[in-house]
């Protein structure tokens, strides 16, 4: 099953790539130069990337994944709020987004169910490599393997 929350980031990316000036001026009422037109493209590309990736029914360690992307967005948002008391407002509202995107990720590594054993596992491969290597991926990488564990006394999936 697919996960809500990939559906909303998949809209919100696509809206970021495909329209990012009414998204500037109506949602973040910004400013709209060149520069914040290409941050905000590129960050509708990572959304789309990560709802993607994250796909239909996400393994602990892809959750554990987009939980670190979301709060690494989320503090390179709260940096932009400092740096630039121009886009702090803007800052702000993406830093407040990914921190709950990042919190709802982490509450559903907490209820992950099993994952199916036609699962892709490549990407768990990347998701473990690469939480290896990031400050703080060890610790998700612990709640994943706990989550796994978990679910594979469990019948059914329990992750929403």
Do not use: C, F, N
């Not at 987004?97 to 919190?103: G, I, N, P, S």
């Not at 991926?137 to 796994?148: I, M, V, Y």
């Amino acid at each position: 099953m697919i996960r809500r929350i990939e559906l909303v980031r998949g809209a919100w990316g696509t809206a970021l790539l495909l329209a990012p000036r009414p998204v500037l001026e109506h949602v973040h009422h910004v400013r709209v130069d060149r520069p914040s037109l290409v941050v905000a493209r590129v960050l509708g590309a990572r959304q789309l990337a990560q709802a993607v990736l994250s796909g239909a029914d996400p393994s602990p360690e892809v959750l554990a994944m987009g939980v670190w992307v979301d709060g690494a967005h989320a503090a390179t948002a709260l940096g932009l709020a400092v740096a630039d008391r121009q886009r702090a407002r803007a800052g702000l509202a993406d830093a407040a987004l990914a921190a709950l995107w990042a919190v709802l990720g982490y509450r559903d590594l907490a209820t992950a169910g099993p994952t199916p054993s036609s699962h892709e596992h490549r990407r768990d491969e990347l998701a473990r490599a690469v939480l290896g290597l990031v400050p703080g991926g060890k610790g998700l990488l612990s709640r994943s393997a706990a989550a796994r564990t978990r679910a594979a006394g469990s019948p059914t999936p329990r992750r929403r």
